[in-house]
């Protein structure tokens, strides 16, 4: 019998969201740094698009999950220049966001989960 556990890419992220949390918005950042990206690499665009249904998974309401896509094609370069970007620091900072994932394209686990309420 084979006793090793499977780990989940995401961790254990149910263990940390609490029910304030799902009173917030999921917030899933999509983007690539160029266009040739986008069009070669549809598997990472894929994947980040898929962290909707994994925030369904841990338990938001699809009309909570909110998705900032705007940004595909757009060099991190210049923050100034990527109106995804700063659509989701303005959500951030004003508390609406209770969990959510834009630290990496491959990175399939949250990045974002509030330890304070508001």
């Known amino acids: 019998m084979n006793n090793t556990t499977t780990r989940r890419p995401w961790g254990r992220a149910e263990e940390k969201i609490r029910p304030e949390?799902?009173?917030?918005?999921?917030?899933?950042?999509?983007?690539?740094?160029?266009k040739q990206q986008v069009l070669e690499h549809a598997e990472s665009t894929r994947l980040q698009y898929a962290l909707v249904e994994r925030a369904a998974a841990l338990g938001w309401a699809r009309s909570?999950?909110?998705?900032?896509?705007?940004?595909?094609?757009?060099?991190?370069?210049?923050a100034?220049?990527?109106?995804?970007f700063a659509r989701l620091v303005t959500e951030v900072t004003?508390?609406?966001?209770?969990?959510g994932d834009w630290?990496?394209?491959?990175?399939a686990e949250f990045a974002y989960t509030p330890t304070n309420s508001t």
């Open 21 to 34: 949390h799902r009173d917030r918005a999921a917030v899933v950042y999509v983007r690539q740094s160029t």
């Open 64 to 78: 909570r999950i909110v998705v900032i896509d705007d940004d595909l094609g757009w060099s991190a370069a210049v």
């Open 80 to 84: 100034e220049a990527r109106p995804g």
């Open 94 to 99: 004003m508390g609406r966001v209770g969990v």
């Open 103 to 107: 630290a990496a394209a491959n990175n």
